[in-house]
């Protein structure tokens, strides 16, 4: 049996009369299952940045190479959610009248009551999170840098006292003499 499509004077219709059903609180729920989401990848990846900065400054090199390969894949998952919360935003703010290119904020302002209250924490800890973690990762940077010209250093040293010369080449760097064979014997 078919139900017909005469509107009821109580029910909302669109513009062919057809029962028009609010998607809002759909699209709502979703944009914030992805903002949590996001806000739960930024916390990893925080934690795997520590992780680089504990290894580095323990001079443990051999970890960075594993904590590195996950941070790929975190940034990885990251930049998908990224792509998807701005499909959701765009949906979102279509279907409250807004323009598509809205931020959250702008999608905020126009909910009213409580809506839009979980949506604006979300955004706000996700922003923050976004902050704390390109700041961490300019420090674990910078320090990886520093340990590596450290480590040049030690290396231009050595081979400068073992080559012999002690003359510096055109580019500040002490020139390599003939080459140097050496060893130790440990077995006695």
Do not use: C, W
């Amino acid at each position: 049996m078919k139900q017909s499509r005469l509107p009821s004077s109580d029910r909302p219709t669109g513009e062919d009369g057809d029962l028009a059903i609010d998607t809002t609180p759909v699209l709502l729920r979703k944009l914030e299952e992805t903002l949590s989401t996001q806000v739960e990848g930024y916390r990893r990846f925080l934690e795997a940045i520590a992780r680089k900065r504990d290894a580095i400054r323990g001079a443990d090199l051999a970890r960075v190479p594993d904590i590195a390969a996950v941070e790929e894949k975190i940034i990885d998952r990251l930049h998908r959610l990224d792509l998807q919360r701005e499909q959701e935003g765009r949906r979102l703010a279509a279907s409250l009248g807004l323009d598509a290119e809205s931020t959250i904020s702008g999608i905020v302002d126009t909910l009213d009551g409580d809506r839009g209250t979980k949506l604006a924490v979300l955004a706000a800890q996700l922003r923050s999170l976004v902050d704390q973690a390109k700041k961490e990762n300019s420090v674990v940077r910078s320090a990886t840098e520093s340990l590596a010209r450290h480590m040049a250093g030690i290396v231009q040293s050595v081979t400068g006292a073992l080559s012999g010369t002690g003359v510096y080449g055109r580019q500040g760097r002490l020139r390599d003499g003939t080459a140097l064979a050496s060893g130790l014997d440990l077995t006695t």
